[in-house]
């Protein structure tokens, strides 16, 4: 095997096809490559039609082991040829679409003056990237994660607010305790922890309120521009809500409770997340320090793996 012969696979497999992978070279290169792979290996990687091209079980469990080694050698690269302090080049970062719209972007400027010679492909999605097979350099993730071969660094803890617009609390019933919900319209995420249960604790006291929701929306940023039009009471991250309650669109209520979904003892963090490597580079690291500083040190930073 031929370091070539790896790079044209993991090429073809990200890109679907043999033309698409090769860009302005020919894709004859890339088929002669994947083929002498292929006898070297003695399997078949791809599934080949006239129409398209798909890894076979063997590829994607080969793509799964070489991908992570064929990124450790690019960093080394880019280590040797410009040192582990310079920051430059491409890096990929994967957000959901409410956290990347609302904290990520308006602060991109900001990054992109502190390395110029840094190119940022911001990719918003509810759904869980697959980091290794989609080249994702960094991820920012929410709540509980999954066990993998991914590092984990905790970025800060997250407050669930609940919080209402004053134009719907003109009108609304009050709201002195956790069981008052119950004459209120409540707005909720569709996700388990978050959709028909609400946990308030305090004084080491706990109450779990079940939740009949006027309206479920998986989107943050959604759910509260709903409730900033007065359509009712929800819980969101304080990350999403804080400006909007110092400027008065959004009042913050049962302030001396801590609210979450109804998980007790779930996690509330924000992580980093990066592919497993030994090694990581310094673009890597920049945002990482970046994102950080951008959200205040709530919490101490841990790690798993």
Not at 67 to 78: F, V
Not at 154 to 181: K, Q
Not at 187 to 215: H, N, V
């Amino acid at each position: 095997m031929e370091l070539s012969q790896l790079r044209a696979f993991a090429a073809v497999a990200r890109a679907g096809g043999f033309a698409a992978a090769a860009g302005d070279a020919a894709p004859s290169t890339m088929t002669r490559a994947v083929a002498n792979l292929e006898r070297a290996l003695g399997v078949r990687l791809f599934q080949r039609t006239t129409r398209s091209v798909s890894l076979t079980e063997a590829g994607e469990k080969f793509l799964a082991r070489i991908a992570p080694a064929l990124d450790e050698i690019d960093a080394a690269a880019e280590a040797a040829a410009s040192g582990v302090s310079a920051v430059a080049g491409a890096l990929r970062v994967a957000a959901s679409v409410s956290f990347g719209q609302k904290v990520i972007a308006p602060a991109l400027a900001q990054f992109h003056d502190q390395y110029p010679k840094l190119s940022v492909e911001l990719i918003l999605s509810d759904g869980v990237s697959d980091l290794i097979a989609e080249r994702i350099d960094v991820a920012v993730r929410h709540g509980a994660l999954d066990d993998s071969a991914l590092i984990a660094q905790r970025l800060a803890d997250v407050r669930y607010l609940l919080v209402a617009s004053p134009a719907y609390l003109e009108s609304a019933p009050p709201l002195a305790s956790p069981r008052d919900l119950a004459g209120h319209a409540c707005l909720t995420y569709p996700y388990p922890a978050f959709r028909s249960r609400w946990r308030f604790e305090r004084d080491g006291a706990a109450e779990e309120i079940e939740i009949k929701p006027a309206a479920s929306i998986s989107n943050a940023a959604a759910l509260a521009s709903c409730v900033k039009s007065g359509m009712g009471v929800a819980l969101l991250a304080d990350w999403m809500v804080d400006s909007d309650i110092a400027e008065g669109a959004l009042v913050s209520l049962l302030t001396e409770w801590t609210a979450s979904g109804a998980e007790p003892g779930g996690s509330s963090g924000l992580w980093i997340v990066t592919p497993s490597r030994q090694f990581t580079p310094a673009k890597t690291k920049a945002f990482a320090d970046f994102m950080r500083t951008l959200i205040g040190p709530r919490a101490p930073i841990a790690f798993r793996s």
